[in-house]
Structure formats: structure tokens, C-alpha cells
């Protein structure tokens, strides 16, 4: 697979703000899925922040600020489920408002953020490959793993895993409605890495001859439920039937801070379209179809959390988000 850069992000941009500012377009290439994946999505939102910084022609530092929240708050929107999307965000905007306090000059206030950007995307990239490490350490010669739609940070491990000369096999189930498994699946086979392709409804038969699953995630929250792609907790279901254990690799800021005090992470609804043809819906009006994309895992079913800060029982991801919020936020 060829893997989507932040250079090819911002060629993207470059090409879609001849019509439209970056952030109209990160906006659209989002909200499409042409760019989807939950960590893509936060350094696509943040390039697209900084692009905007860079372009932008601001009077003053308040106009640079407030132009850069309004952008922020709109890229936050895009897709509601990705926690990845408004914690990017936020980190570039709590960055603004802190620089906003005190009273900087246009140009240093553009600078800070320039390099808060590119900051975030440097760590984000970092943390996939860190998470690479410490998830290929768990796969064993002759392990089994199913994987379940196409994460990045999942597809590290698996690299990482036969960079170090194991010899495993993976079962890509292919995700309906919108076939990511085809993604991963194409994208192992074409790094030598043993994979096969299944239906989504083929898990079951499967998990039978599975040693772990091996999942990403776009949100996590403080009880340690992971919320990813649609079918993911009934893959978890089926694993937990035949004690195959879970394991979900995700970034840090994947987790959903407030969940602490008791907020719901959305779980975004698509376009019915996804699932049929428009002609075969007007043909049939009494039907309603209902496209959830995405759906959560209880951590009773979940093992183990690979974060780039270590990996974590479900029920230590509190603790792990209590020390991430409690630490002073870099410039
Ligand atoms: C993608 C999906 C992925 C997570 C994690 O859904 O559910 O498992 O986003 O991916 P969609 P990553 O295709 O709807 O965006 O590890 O790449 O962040």
C-alpha cells in the first residue's frame, strides 16, 4: 500500500485550495473518507491548520487566533467518532490560546504554531512506530492473528513483526461496507506478510484456528472500551468465545479525556448509500437502512492496549489518561 504522507496530504491540499482554503478541503477529503483512518485523520486536520497558518494574511494576532479556532472547530466535525480529530485540534488550539494570553506579535504567533504543528505530526508519526515495536514483541513464530478493517498503528506491528524475521499469519476480514480489509490485506501481501481475506460474517469459523486479534482503535475511553470500526466488538465476541486473546494498538491520543467525567463518545451514522444502490432504496421506501460506522468494545472482552507509553490492561487506561492530563502542555 502505498502510504499516504503528509506530503501527499499537502500536495492534496495544494491542488483542492486552488478552489477552496486548506481547511474546506482537509474538511471534505475527511468527511469523503478520502483521507480515513483515525490517525491519518488528526495529522491531515493539523497539516491543514498549519497550512492555513502559513497561507493566511492576519492583521492582527487576535484575527490569527480567532480564525484559527473557527477552523478548528469546523475540521472537528468532519467525523464525529475519531477522538484522534478534536485531540489534534485542541492540542494546536490550546497552544493558540495560550500564546493568545500573552500578547505575542502576527508573525511569532503564526511561528509558535508552525512548529506545534509540526510537532504533532512528527510524535504522531513516532508513535506508530513505537507501538510497531512493543506490538511485534507479542507475535510469536507460528501465531495466528485476525485483524479487523485497516489501521495504521495494527499495520505497524505487523511490519515490524516480520522485519524481525517472524513468521506469523494474519486474517484480514474484509469490513463491510467499505472494504478497509481489502486495504490491509493487499497492503501485508505486498510486504511478504502470509494473509487471506474473509468475509466479516466468516469470523467465527475462523477464530477457531486464532491465537490473538489485533485491532486499532479511534477512540478509547476511561473504563478502557475501544470504539473502531463497525464489527469490531463482534469479532471481540467471538474471540472471548474461544479465548483468543485482544489486543488493540492505538495512540495516546486516541483516548477520549472526556469520557472521565462522564461524557459518550458519538458513534458517527453514514449514508445509507453505503450499504445499497440509491436505485434499489427507491425501489423499496418501507426499508430503512441504518449504516453505524463504528462500535464499541466493552474492556471486558478487551486484553491488552499497545500505546506508545506501554501497554495496558482496559482498566489502566484511566490512570494512563490521568497522568497525560496532568501533564504541563508543551509550547
Ligand atoms: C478506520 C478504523 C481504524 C481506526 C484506527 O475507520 O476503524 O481501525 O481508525 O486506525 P475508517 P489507525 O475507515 O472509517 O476511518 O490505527 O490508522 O489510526
Not at 483515525?38 to 491531515?44: K, L, Q, S, T, V
Not at 513468521?167 to 506478510?193: H, M, N, W, Y
Not at 466493552?298 to 486484553?303: F, G, K, L, Q, W
Request: glycine letters at 6%.
Amino acid at each position: 500500500m502505498k502510504r499516504f504522507g503528509e506530503r501527499d496530504f499537502r500536495l492534496g491540499l495544494a491542488l483542492e485550495s486552488m478552489s477552496s482554503s486548506p481547511i474546506d478541503s482537509a474538511y471534505s477529503q475527511i468527511k469523503s473518507m478520502r483521507v480515513r483512518g483515525a490517525g491519518r485523520i488528526a495529522r491531515a486536520a493539523v497539516s491543514a491548520l498549519r497550512t492555513y497558518s502559513e497561507e493566511g494574511r492576519f492583521s492582527t494576532a487576535k484575527d490569527f487566533y480567532l480564525g484559527l479556532s473557527e477552523a478548528g472547530e469546523r475540521l472537528k466535525s468532519a467525523r464525529p467518532t475519531a477522538v484522534s480529530l478534536p485531540n489534534a485540534v485542541n492540542y494546536v488550539l490550546a497552544a493558540a490560546r495560550r500564546n493568545d494570553s500573552k500578547g505575542i506579535s502576527t508573525r511569532e504567533a503564526v511561528k509558535r504554531i508552525l512548529t506545534v504543528c509540526d510537532g504533532f505530526v512528527a510524535s504522531s508519526l513516532k508513535a506508530v512506530e513505537t507501538i510497531g515495536d512493543y506490538g511485534a514483541r507479542r507475535i510469536r513464530d507460528g501465531d495466528v492473528i485476525m485483524t479487523h478493517c485497516n489501521s495504521e498503528a495494527a499495520t505497524a506491528v505487523f511490519v515490524t513483526a516480520q522485519k524481525m524475521g517472524r513468521k506469523f499469519e494474519v486474517i484480514a476480514t474484509e469490513t463491510r461496507p467499505r472494504f478497509q480489509g481489502r486495504i490491509t490485506a493487499s497492503a501485508l501481501a505486498r510486504r511478504g506478510i502470509d494473509v487471506s481475506l474473509i468475509p466479516d460474517s466468516a469470523a467465527r469459523v475462523y477464530m477457531r484456528k486464532v491465537d490473538f486479534v489485533l485491532v486499532g482503535a479511534d477512540a478509547i475511553t476511561a473504563n478502557g472500551a475501544v470504539v473502531n470500526k463497525i464489527g469490531t466488538s463482534q469479532v471481540a465476541l467471538t474471540a472471548h468465545e474461544t479465548r483468543a486473546r485482544f489486543y488493540v494498538a492505538a495512540e495516546t491520543y486516541k483516548l477520549s479525556g472526556t469520557t472521565m467525567t462522564g461524557e459518550l463518545v458519538e458513534i458517527e451514522h453514514r449514508s445509507p448509500y453505503e450499504l445499497v444502490p440509491r436505485a434499489w432504496l427507491d425501489a423499496n421506501k418501507g426499508v430503512r437502512v441504518e449504516n453505524p460506522a463504528f462500535d464499541i468494545t466493552p474492556p471486558e472482552y478487551v486484553d491488552l492496549i499497545i500505546t506508545e507509553k506501554g501497554i495496558f490492561p482496559p482498566q489502566g487506561i484511566v490512570f494512563l489518561m490521568k497522568e497525560l492530563y496532568d501533564e504541563p502542555k508543551a509550547e
